[in-house]
C-alpha cells in the first residue's frame, strides 16, 4: 500500500480483493491506535505516522526475508531460485556455459535469469531482487563482494582495409583519431572502451559516436565502413563470423583488458553456494582464451 498510494492497485499487487485489503488497514489502524492513510475520493497519503511505520515494516520484512534465505540455504544448499543476473555484453558469449554448467551440477536450482545493464543489476541485488551477478569489475561497490572468474583483452574491430586490420603489435596511442564506434551510455562497455582512449592520449569524447544499443548492431557499424570499435575478446567470434568485410587488430602487451566475475551481497546467507558456483566456473570457462582467438 506504501508504494501504490492507491487500494485497487495495492490489492491488485499481493492477489487480494480492495474491500478484504481495506478492511485490513483499518483494522491495523485500530490495533496501533494511530491513522495510517489520509483517504480521500481521489487519492491516498500516508501519515507521518504511516510514513515511519511503512519504513520499520520495510525492515521486517527484509529480516524476514533473510531469515528464510539463511534457513533454506541451511536446510537444501543449490535447490530452491536463483536470481542470476548478467550484463549485455557478456549474457550471449558466456551463458551457453554457465547454462550448461547448472544444468549438469546444479539440476534442482530453478534459475532465472535477467539481462540488465549494471546500474539495475546491483539495484537488484541490493534490494534482495537478484541473488548473484555475472559482469564486469571492479565495482567498487559497499556491500557488494567480488569473485574473479577470468582476464578477457580487448580486441581492435576495424573494416578490412582499415590500416590497423590484422595488426598484432597495436599500440594504444594509435587510437588516437580514429572514428571511434561505442555503446549507449549505461553500458559499462563503453566506459571501458572510453577509459582505453583516455590513456591512448584522446581528448574526453573527442571522435567517439554513440551509436549502437548493442554490440550486434556495433559490429554491423564496424563492417559499413563508419568507424571501428573495442570488442572484448569473448564476444568475437559470434559477432565476426562469416563477415567477410571484417577484420580485427590485437594489442602490443600488456593489452587493455577487462575482469569477468562473479558478484554477491556481503554475507549474504549462501555465499558458501556462490563461492563453490565460482570455483566451478572458472574450471568451466579455463579453455576459453584458446577457443576464442580467430
Known sequence: MAEQLHFRDAAAAIGMSQPALSGAVSALEEALGVRLLERTTRKVLLTPAGERIAARARAVLDAMGGLLEEAEAVRAPFTGVLRFGVIPTVAPYLLPTVLGLFHRRYPRLDLQVHEEQTASLLEGLAGGRLDLLLLAVPLGVPGVTELPLFDEDFVLLAPREHALAGRRDIR????????????????????????????????????????????????????????????????????????????????????????????????????????????????????LPVWLTD
Open 172 to 287: 594504444r596511442e594509435e587510437l588516437r583519431g580514429l572514428r571511434m564506434l561505442l555503446l549507449d551510455e549505461g553500458h559499462c562497455l563503453r566506459d571501458q572502451a572510453l577509459d582505453i582512449c583516455h590513456d591512448a592520449g584522446r581528448g574526453a569524447g573527442a571522435d567517439v559516436t554513440t551509436t549502437a544499443a548493442g554490440l550486434s548492431t556495433l559490429v554491423q557499424l564496424v563492417a559499413g565502413g563508419l568507424g571501428v570499435t573495442l570488442l572484448p575478446r569473448t564476444a568475437l567470434r559470434l559477432e565476426t563470423a562469416r563477415n567477410e568485410h571484417l577484420a580485427t587488430g590485437y594489442f602490443a602487451e600488456p593489452a587493455p583488458s577487462r575482469r569477468i566475475a562473479l558478484a554477491m551481497r556481503t554475507g549474504t546467507a549462501r555465499a558458501e553456494e556462490f563461492r563453490a558456483v565460482a570455483d566451478a566456473l572458472r574450471e568451466a570457462v579455463r579453455p
